[in-house]
Nanobody
């Protein structure tokens, strides 16, 4: 079984910062891309950014590209999202994503998702 466990969400005032973390655990053979999505109330889930094992980064959401930074620690199977200069429009549930081959003995490639972490930006 593979789990993606997010942490670091919470409430912050406009202009503040948060750092999200997401650690993958379980019987993992390999991980390709990891990334972050978000879903605001009443809206569809949107991709923020992804990063491959080799460090290639794709920022899909141009509105946050200059404020958010995705990074990854392959040894820790962890992906991060540093969010600066947060705005009320960034309020959403943030989801971690992983393109993972598991289990170790008979790996199958599959998308995995975290449970989501709430980020609220409000004064």
């Amino acid at each position: 079984q593979v789990l993606l466990l997010e942490s670091g969400g919470g409430s912050v005032q406009p202009g503040g910062s948060l750092r999200l973390s997401c650690e993958a655990s379980g019987s993992i053979f390999s991980i390709d891309a990891m990334g972050w999505y978000r879903q605001a109330p009443g809206k569809q889930r949107e991709m923020i950014a992804t990063v491959t094992t080799g460090g290639w980064i794709n920022y899909a959401m141009t509105a946050v590209k200059d404020r958010f930074t995705i990074s990854r620690d392959n040894a820790k199977k962890t992906v991060y999202l540093q969010m600066n200069r947060l705005e009320p429009e960034d309020t959403a549930v943030y989801f971690c994503y992983g393109d993972i081959r598991a289990p170790i003995l008979r790996p199958i490639r599959q998308d995995y998702w975290g449970q989501g972490t709430q980020v609220t930006v409000s004064s």
